[in-house]
């Protein structure tokens, strides 16, 4: 009855992250990289162009990306629809005011963490060195190359 009790608690108390984003202990089909900024300023620009830039091995490494702003700002638009921003934000202890991107693997688990402007291709290396992506590679040649 007590571990009941304590199950229940431990429930309760987290319900509120139960609309964040990822789905924790699921495996996903991508990875993401979210970018949290305090407003739609020139560094979100900025990650969305790099975004644009980079959309070949983006998609390769099969990548998603989100941007949140503290104003209510989303890319996709639908991601605060369907998410609850406050608690992803306090899942991955976001500082207020600060331009900070995570990149969260195909496991769920947070793999990298940046302040600021995003350097594309240390990201995409440093994908590419993770056991899984290192299958990937190996089942399928990149479509990327010039």
């Not at 987290?14 to 699921?26: E, T, V």
């Not at 688990?109 to 940046?114: A, F, P």
Request: charged share 20%; aromatic share 10%; proline share 3%.
């Amino acid at each position: 009855m007590v571990k009941f009790m304590l199950a229940l608690l431990v429930v309760s108390l987290y319900a509120g992250q139960a609309n964040s984003y990822p789905a924790y202990g699921h495996y996903l089909e991508h990875r993401s990289v979210i970018y949290f900024a305090p407003s739609q300023d020139s560094m979100v620009k900025s990650f969305l162009k790099g975004v644009l830039i980079n959309n070949c091995q983006l998609k390769e490494r099969d990548i998603v990306t989100i941007v949140i702003t503290e104003d209510g700002y989303t890319v996709p638009q639908w991601f605060d629809e369907a998410f609850n921003i406050e608690s992803v934000a306090n899942i991955y202890q976001i500082p207020e005011g600060s331009h900070t991107a995570i990149l969260i693997g195909k496991d769920g688990e947070e793999k990298h963490r940046w302040d600021g402007e995003t350097n594309w291709q240390g990201l995409t290396d440093l994908i590419d060195e993770m056991p899984m992506r290192k299958q990937e590679m190996q089942r399928r040649a990149s479509h990327c190359n010039i």
